[in-house]
């Protein structure tokens, strides 16, 4: 486009508010397990697995699953890629914001 008003350029598996979320928290902590995210998010298990399936697939996260006794524990670390996505996507928010009308 002439003006660079690019709505094509948001990333779309991190734009979801849950993903948003997920990337958001995980900037900040870096690595939180399961419940934590869950908890902060106040999401489901099932809504929680989606998405993060999602962004595992995408290369931004990465799974690790343990157990603790018999418990089993569910970590959730940010990959260089997926902070370097997560910088590219509020470039281009701050970018369309900047450029909208009467700008």
Known sequence: MMDGFDIEAIDEVIHGRIRLGVMAYLVGAGEADFGEIRGRLQTTDGNLSVHLRKLEDAGYI??????????PLTRIRLTEGGRGAYSGWLETI??????????
């Open 62 to 71: 990465e799974i690790a699953k343990s157990f603790v006794g018999r418990k």
């Open 94 to 103: 701050s970018r369309l914001v900047d450029q909208g009308p009467g700008r």
